[in-house]
């Protein structure tokens, strides 16, 4: 009797990004720290070798496959899927949430009143963003199901994930703590997706 496949998404937040003012990076490509290899080499004996590889195409996700690959871990080329890349902070990007506040930005307030689904100026609402994520989580499991998956991209990306597998809200997908270098694990099964562990951390 054959075992039905399962397609296994190693879902890994990018190594942490110094800032000491708390901008906000969103798609901007800014670098990351990877200097921490206890932590690399941990995180790549809990993930597959020779996985697919699906990186956002920001630098920081690049810099983390390459520590992983250095401490160790088999990877393929990466595949660039561009939805699964940050929220789009529009304006909002490379400032800080204390400038705004103290810049008295006009678009704030709303935006807090309903930070899921409402859009920082010439951005993207973190419902929206679902549903690009949807769209190339499906994408995967259609054309490479049965692998495992593993993607290297970002905290809104995994939160929305996690919104897709549990068929929660967005607003309800915001709640989870996603941590730099942490592995989030989501199965697809004949029965639907499967949570098997969330932010689970190298260390």
Known sequence: MNTPSITRWWLV??????????????????????????DFRQLAR?????ALLVESGLMRCRQTSGALEAAGLV??????????MEQNFGRWQGRSWADLEAAKEPELADFWRDPAHSAPPGGESFAEMCLRVKAALDHFNLSHGGRDILAVVHAGTIRAA??????LDPAQALRFSIQPLSLTRLDVTVEGWRVECVNITAF
């Not at 809990?46 to 020779?50: G, N, S, T």
């Not at 990466?78 to 699964?84: F, G, K, R, S, Y």
């Not at 996690?162 to 068929?167: V, W």
């Open 75 to 84: 990877l393929p080329p990466p595949l660039i899927e561009p939805d699964l």
């Open 13 to 38: 937040r990018h190594g942490p990004v110094p800032c000491p003012h708390g901008r906000i990076h969103g798609q901007l490509d800014v670098a990351c720290d990877v200097s921490d290899d206890d």
């Open 162 to 167: 996690l919104a897709i597998a549990l068929g």
């Open 46 to 50: 809990r993930v597959p070798a020779y």
